[in-house]
């Protein structure tokens, strides 16, 4: 699916850290609906608090709001980059870095 993401302007997500990490390597704009009662909502509102991804809640989003948001963020590149941005700078490099270090040890031992 990487290649797929890299290649995405923007990317409709529940709202899972491990995905949620990947877009922010990938520098990626997201619009993040969470399931219902689970952790993911604590993780979109963190996201929202940071201006990091667009966040909906499922049980209030209709159908016109989400295809005017997605249609608003494929036309406007300046606010994907922001977002894109803001969910980056959530995820330094440095520790992705130190995540694939440690993976690559575990598997060389």
Same mark, same amino acid.
């Given at each position: @699916? ?8 923007? =990317? ?5 850290? *491990? !995905?949620? @990490? /990947? ?5 990626? *704009? ?7 009662? &689970?952790?993911? %909502? #604590? &993780?979109?509102?963190?996201? /929202? $608090?940071?201006?990091?991804? $667009?966040? !909906?809640?499922?049980? &209030?989003?209709?159908?016109?709001? !989400?295809?005017?948001?997605? $249609? %608003?963020?494929?036309? +406007?590149?300046? /606010? +994907?980059?922001?977002?894109?941005? @803001?969910?980056? *700078?959530?995820?330094?490099? &440095?520790?992705?870095?130190?995540? =694939?270090?440690?993976? /690559? +040890? #575990?598997?060389?031992?």
């Amino acid at each position: @699916s990487l290649p797929i993401l890299a290649a995405a302007d923007l =990317v409709v997500t529940r709202g899972g850290m *491990a !995905f949620i @990490s /990947e877009l922010g390597a990938l520098t990626k *704009a997201a619009v993040v609906i969470p399931m219902p009662g &689970t952790h993911q %909502e #604590v &993780t979109a509102a963190y996201l /929202e $608090r940071h201006k990091a991804a $667009r966040v !909906f809640q499922q049980n &209030t989003l209709t159908d016109a709001e !989400f295809i005017d948001t997605v $249609r %608003e963020l494929l036309e +406007q590149k300046a /606010e +994907q980059q922001a977002l894109g941005n @803001s969910l980056a *700078a959530l995820f330094p490099a &440095t520790a992705t870095g130190k995540v =694939v270090q440690e993976i /690559e +040890q #575990v598997l060389n031992s």
